[in-house]
């Protein structure tokens, strides 16, 4: 199982960046997809989750500027945020929770490589 994620880069205050992740082929499904951030010299937080359902959970910080979604189907979850801060820096990973392959095999967790946002003018 791996997640691969892409969209990070450089970004104005005030502006906007798309986080994307996608599962491995070999994954059925995933309860809980999620995105976490570490900024320097700071612990893990949380940023977003979403549950199969579409049962969603921010991090304060957050809350009114990160939009999370994901599609079943590919197994993709995306993270649009806007109004950036200069806060928002750091290195984001993306999670899932409670996977499944297609040779029945329970994953509980996996991570994604860490992917940079820095917000700077």
């Known amino acids: 199982v791996q997640l691969v994620g892409s969209g990070g880069g450089l970004v104005q205050p005030g502006g906007s960046l798309r986080l994307s992740c996608e599962a491995s082929?070999?994954?059925?499904?995933?309860?809980?997809m999620g995105w976490y951030r570490r900024a320097p010299g700071q612990q893990r937080e949380l940023v977003a989750s979403m549950s199969r359902g579409g049962e969603t959970n921010y991090g304060d910080s957050v809350k009114g500027r990160f939009a999370i979604s994901r599609r079943n189907a590919k197994n993709t979850v995306y993270l649009q945020m806007n109004g950036l801060k200069p806060e928002d820096t750091a290195v984001y990973y993306c999670?899932?929770?409670?996977?499944?392959?297609?040779?029945?095999?329970?994953?509980?967790?996996?991570w994604g490589q860490g992917i940079q946002v820095t917000v700077s003018s």
């Open positions: 082929e070999d994954v059925f499904r995933i309860e809980t």
């Open positions: 999670n899932a929770d409670g996977i499944i392959t297609y040779n029945s095999t329970y994953v509980r967790e996996s």
